[in-house]
């Protein structure tokens, strides 16, 4: 069965220092201090510690191969975006890590599928990007679910999304820059708590501003099996009942009537909740994704779902069917 894993992150094994280059900013370079081993550093702070399979190519298909995985859609690390900079040193960047991913996908044609990542903060530039990473071979762009503390509903960001269905260019929405961030460092919570409600606050900003219901041919997909949205949409329909004049103020349809016009990956690391995922987002709009090659991801790329009692029809839409309908890929692309 070919399995496409469909939410990793990958970076160039050497980054130029952009600080240095632009004179100011905490841009992240890495740290090559141990064979095999890099130190991301942010500014003087570090940041975490990668290993070689965040950007060896060979490394990650042999380990890949050990799951049965033959494809991943690799787009950069988060907080690589650098939507706080200025627009035209952030389109630098994207450039140099776009056309790192599309080098791998051409030199990788089998094993990688590349989005890209734009400067959201400047509309101008981020088209003419996404227009680019069209031109270099990558099928979509991975965006953070806020810019700069701005929802994604800001009509600054509409002609972007726009822009994004008229190229036929898929979007990964990945939580990034979480609300409250220092306000619970400790226990890791804005990793447990934050990225959950940050996903949920991408998906009703996308519900609740309208842009599903202006741009139904965009073919967006939420990282973390949508965040907190899903086992909330009971309180979200009421809030939106109670509360109309609150809640549906830019958009007055139901937020229910969403549910299987977007796409979220499998990381749940829960059968139970995946269950409730496949039935409330629907089984056609489910992907499989591990968040590779961090910990808190699933390095078991999908052997969970495989334990559960799915046909294997469903189990090959999650695997990789699904994954080409949203990406609007052929799958003799990669089985021929």
């Given at each position: 069965m070919l399995k496409i894993d469909m939410h990793t992150h990958i970076i160039p094994e050497k980054l130029p220092r952009f600080a240095e280059k632009f004179g100011y900013g905490d841009f992240i370079y890495l740290d090559h201090?141990?064979?095999?081993?890099?130190?991301?550093?942010?500014?003087?702070?570090?940041?975490?510690?990668?290993?070689a399979n965040c950007w060896d190519p060979k490394l990650?298909?042999?380990?890949?191969a050990g799951n049965k995985t033959q494809v991943q859609v690799v787009c950069t690390i988060p907080v690589m975006f650098s939507y706080w900079a200025k627009p035209q040193d952030t389109l630098e960047l994207s450039r140099f890590l776009n056309?790192?991913?599309?080098?791998?996908?051409?030199?990788?044609?089998?094993?990688?599928?590349?989005?890209?990542?734009?400067?959201?903060?400047?509309?101008?530039?981020?088209?003419?990007?996404?227009?680019?990473?069209?031109?270099?071979?990558?099928?979509?762009?991975?965006?953070?679910?806020?810019?700069?503390?701005?929802?994604?509903?800001?009509?600054q960001f509409f002609p972007i999304f726009q822009a994004c269905q008229d190229l036929g260019m898929a979007v990964l929405v990945h939580p990034w820059n979480m609300m409250g961030?220092?306000?619970?460092?400790?226990?890791?919570?804005?990793?447990?708590?934050?990225?959950?409600?940050?996903?949920?606050?991408?998906?009703?900003?996308?519900?609740?501003?309208g842009i599903f219901e202006r741009l139904p041919e965009l073919r967006c997909n939420f990282a973390h099996a949508g965040g907190s949205f899903l086992p909330t949409i009971g309180r979200v329909e009421h809030g939106y009942?109670?509360?109309?004049?609150?809640?549906?103020?830019?958009?007055?349809?139901?937020?229910?009537?969403?549910?299987?016009?977007?796409?979220?990956?499998?990381?749940?690391h829960d059968p139970l909740l995946l269950e409730y995922i496949l039935k409330t987002a629907g089984p056609k709009k489910?992907?499989?994704?591990?968040?590779?090659?961090?910990?808190?991801?699933?390095?078991?790329?999908?052997?969970?779902i495989e334990k559960m009692d799915l046909a294997p029809p469903q189990v090959e839409d999650i695997f990789c069917n699904?994954?080409?309908?949203?990406?609007?890929?052929?799958?003799k692309a990669f089985t021929i």
């Open positions: 201090h141990r064979p095999g081993f890099a130190r991301m550093m942010k500014g003087d702070n570090f940041f975490r510690e990668i290993e990650r298909i042999e380990e890949y056309d790192d991913l599309a080098q791998l996908v051409a030199d990788y044609p089998k094993h990688y599928i590349g989005l890209g990542t734009i400067p959201m903060q400047d509309t101008k530039l981020a088209i003419q990007e996404l227009e680019r990473c069209k031109e270099i071979g990558l099928v979509g762009i991975q965006i953070g679910s806020n810019i700069n503390d701005l929802n994604l509903n800001e009509e961030f220092h306000s619970m460092e400790k226990y890791w919570l804005p990793w447990l708590v934050g990225m959950p409600a940050e996903t949920s606050r991408a998906i009703c900003s996308f519900i609740f501003g009942n109670c509360r109309p004049d609150l809640v549906a103020i830019d958009n007055d349809h139901n937020p229910r009537e969403y549910l299987g016009k977007f796409w979220v990956d499998c990381i749940t489910v992907t499989l994704g591990s968040d590779y090659p961090f910990p808190l991801g699933d390095l078991e790329i999908g052997a969970f699904n994954t080409l309908d949203w990406l609007n890929l052929d799958r």
